[in-house]
């Protein structure tokens, strides 16, 4: 019987312009436009999928631990393989053995690299031919901002007009080899699991913030001009734009309510850092941007890595800091790579 | 010789609509209208003023230590002296000699009670005879929020809307005799000067805040439902506003571009606290409030002290917990309590 599995790792990514929040929950569909890096395989989750008749249900494993799928949100990332499965006409249950090099839920966009690795493996694994475009439609319904994971380089996600969501999809702005020194300088200053995830943190941004509106339009012109400012490779326009998208998305969390942080005094240190070795350059040299989590990513070029590194020296509380390069997007693994013992129907031990 | 002296006291208030951004930075003329209480004397500033022939030049003492009148902010802040001498038409030089039972820039709002005094005192000393409101326009053009101190109880500061600021006014909304269990729990967490001091960080908010012109609104329209809540006594719906004014506030702080931060770890550690607290007695009972600071101002009715005063227990970094109830103003005080030494034309030591 010819197996239907295959092996796939996709990169978390980091918004240059943020995504916080939806305009349709059920499709996630966003208010504003975002775009993102892709990062390099530092980071990433491998994630096999193998469809069989012998399986009696739909299995989910992360880092070693089973995953719950009555369990509401993973139900719904795990929503992208009923998707795929409808596609590809297949009845058959899924065992999908993920695992990340980095800690879940802390601000490292698990959530996108696994999604999208899912989505990849899915497709591949049921023998979907589908492009990269189509595939971001359906890694946005488990994951919104796991669409822009599907691409290399820096990737928009189109933020679309229609009801349906079919313009809603993500798009390569620039590939990895226009801006090969582009680095992410990653200062992790706490592991825990956050207190609110984005999914219902976002819901209350949108339900309570008198800014919310405010933040959305500036959103979508940031959008605009960072496009210009990466086909023109002005880094300094772009760094620009990222602190003040961090800094914008931060500022509605805050005017939640009930208030929703996740920059803590050491991100706050961190960015008196970075505007500090700016000022001392005479020039911007770094960016820094934070997800929903208080850990600090520092955009910057690979000539300017060190600087960076010894600004954040000075600054408490970091745990350590880690360098992403820019990446190319999801790969297919070879079979000997696979994470499933495809005799036992088991994750491998 | 005719002494022209007097000495006057003025206490903090601490605003439940929140003032920040000027429209005419000569006048002091605001964006929004702000609502505030006014803190009874257990936080105040007394002021003695004295205008004679016998000074060479104006001298200005705080809390024992000469202030340089060429500094720009202290400059205008002193400005109100030559106003009101202006208006009584005298040619003296004047001393000033101003204490505060609390430290200065702390985000304990010294600058409007020591401006409110120095306003109450000067009009007094130069025996003219004006109404509250009058010296509320003059107070309001040395420190904006200083307006608001020139009245007991709950206080407006009329936004306005005339360009010679005439109509930019404190008013009374409710004395303090008409809710007197009202009283604020302040929860020292820094007696450090602030980094951004309020006046130049208002315009850096004004100039590069994408969302401050919807923060405008929202404060104008929290004004209206501020008003409704105080004169029906509806201290759920007043508490709701003033946490919501206080995030809102901080929030364009964020998003100022470089952002200013006042709150820290130990504010957000109060904040979830007060939560948890309304969560836990089934209803509001307390609101926390931050000025341009990270020291915490809880308002609540006196038989609630108690139990705010359990929950910031368990809040680490807080230096010292005070409370401060509701205010009746600014008040005169006879000669003995003089802090200038007349005879010497010096403070006394």
């Known amino acids: 019987m010819e197996q239907k599995a295959a092996t796939a790792t996709a990169s978390p990514n980091i918004a240059f312009v943020k995504y916080w929040g939806k305009r349709d929950e059920r499709l996630i569909l966003p208010y504003n436009s975002s775009i993102s890096m892709t990062l390099d395989d530092s980071l990433n ?18 880092n070693g631990e089973e995953q719950e799928l009555a369990d509401k949100e993973t139900a719904e990332r795990f929503g992208v393989v009923g998707i795929l499965r409808r ?8 065992l ?24 990849f493996a899915c497709s591949k694994a049921l023998g979907l031919e589908m492009k990269a475009r189509e595939l971001s439609i359906v890694a946005r319904q488990g994951s919104g901002s796991s669409c822009r994971s599907m691409f290399g380089g820096i990737v928009m996600w189109k933020r679309g007009r229609k009801e349906d969501g079919t313009d809603s999809y993500a798009r390569r702005i620039a590939s990895e080899r226009q801006w090969p020194d ?12 956050k207190r609110v995830l984005s999914r219902s943190g976002m819901r209350q941004t949108v339900e309570s913030s008198a800014l919310y509106k ?3 339009k500036f959103a979508e012109s940031n959008a605009k001009e960072m496009i210009k400012a990466v086909k023109t490779k002005d880094f300094a326009g772009m760094a620009g734009i990222i ?31 970075i505007h500090e070795l700016n000022g001392s350059m005479g020039k911007i040299v770094a960016a820094y941007t934070f997800d929903a989590g208080p850990n600090a990513h520092i955009i910057t070029l690979r000539e300017n890595e060190a600087a960076v590194r010894e600004a954040l020296r000075k600054v408490q509380g970091i745990k350590e800091v880690k360098t992403a390069g820019i990446g190319s997007g999801p790969k297919t693994l070879p079979e000997s790579d696979s994470l499933i013992d495809a005799g036992r129907l088991m994750p491998k031990s």
């Open 45 to 62: 989750t491998v994630t096999s999928v193998l469809f069989s008749k012998e399986l009696q249900n739909d299995r989910f494993f992360i």
């Open 214 to 216: 405010a933040r959305t």
């Open 96 to 119: 999908v053995v993920s695992r990340n090099s980095f800690p879940t839920a802390s601000g490292l966009a698990s959530s996108a690299s696994g999604t999208a690795a899912l989505v």
């Open 87 to 94: 596609m590809a006409g297949n009845g058959e249950h899924a």
């Open 243 to 273: 602190m003040r998208e961090s800094n914008d998305m931060h500022a509605v969390m805050l005017d939640t309510f009930p208030p929703i942080f996740y920059l803590n005094d050491s991100s706050k240190e961190i960015m008196a850092a």
């Open 182 to 193: 582009l680095v992410d300088v990653i200062a992790i200053v706490s592991t825990e699991r």
